[in-house]
């Protein structure tokens, strides 16, 4: 079946107002109309204007058309989406009836009145687009749960064929122990449906806001906690936050810069939850005065360390 590019047809833009159909129709359809016009091809021509304008002077079935996109081959030739013929519910007359006989294949394939088994009318609805967005929450929103308001630029299709966009507030709850990268279903919240099919719905892909004690790798959070260097050798018990609260953690003797130590299940919380990861930082008291750059040097005189002993280098 061939595709038929009705806004070629009409040597318009895609993005023509419904006022530019009209005149475009109007002047095209003097210049071809059989009775009058001498140009070569005029019946068919004038045939194929008649259809295209059909569909783009009425907004619900413009607005059906242009979300074929590009569901076409040019090679293959045109096949209509598997479920279209459950798809469109248009208001008015049914898009069968009317002055429409010699219209293509492809627009009967689109638009035409179905019957249903007992010979009456069956029309068809189409449901609307879902919508997809991104948003940003804090990672304690995850541990505990909450209900925020966000606010969304939402596109939306005029009468005329125009794109504009509109601003929108909604209230999500966010469920405790969700991850970055997984969604929000907002049911019924996508796109409006055409002739009563029902909305779409609204996916919200959840990223975390920067933090700035934490980083999360899936379920798992990450804390980089400084250490005094006597702590850190000795070992000590400091208190430590948490996205969950604060915490007291026993610091093992000798640990090094780097040193990994686990907490299991205070990840984000699910039926199996992630794990804290606090790693050891050794953070150094500046010398910067008499009294502590006496001490490193007692340090550097007393202690029997070499910092690069596992580097091979005398």
Do not use: C
Request: charge should be positive; aromatic fraction near 8%.
């Amino acid at each position: 079946m061939e595709y038929k590019d009705y806004y070629k047809i009409m040597g318009l833009d895609r993005k023509a107002t419904q006022d530019e159909i009209k005149r475009a129709y109007r002047k095209l359809a003097r210049k071809y109309h059989p009775d009058v016009s001498k140009e070569p091809g005029a019946e068919k021509k004038f045939k194929e204007l008649g259809e295209a304008n059909e569909v783009l002077k009425d907004p619900e079935k413009r607005a059906a058309y242009d979300q074929l996109g590009s569901n076409w081959n040019a090679q293959q030739g045109f096949e209509p989406p598997p479920d279209w013929g459950s798809g469109f519910e248009f208001r008015g007359a049914p898009p069968g009836g009317g002055d429409q006989h010699g219209f293509s294949d492809f627009f009967e394939s689109l638009f035409g009145q179905a019957r249903s088994p007992g010979g009456g009318s069956r029309r068809f609805h189409m449901q609307g687009e879902d919508h997809h967005a991104r948003i940003l929450i804090d990672l304690e929103d995850s541990f505990n749960g909450a209900s925020r308001s966000i606010s969304l630029q939402m596109p939306e299709v005029t009468a005329d064929g125009h794109v504009v966009t509109r601003n929108r507030t909604l209230k999500v709850r966010i469920p405790k122990g969700i991850r970055q990268g997984q969604q929000i279903r907002l049911a019924g919240q996508g796109a409006i449906g055409m002739g009563g099919g029902k909305a779409g719905d609204l996916y919200l892909e959840v990223e975390f806001n920067p933090h700035r004690h934490y980083r999360v790798e899936g379920a798992d959070v990450y804390l980089e906690l400084p250490l005094a260097p006597w702590e850190a050798a000795l070992g000590a018990s400091v208190k430590v936050p948490t996205p969950a609260g604060t915490i007291d953690l026993k610091i093992p003797a000798n640990s090094q810069a780097g040193k990994k130590l686990r907490l299991k299940g205070r990840g984000i919380p699910a039926k199996t939850p992630g794990d804290l990861y606090v790693v050891v930082q050794i953070s150094l008291p500046p010398a910067n005065d008499d009294r502590a750059r006496a001490v490193y040097q007692r340090m550097k005189e007393e202690l029997e360390f070499d910092a690069r002993s596992t580097m091979g280098v005398a």
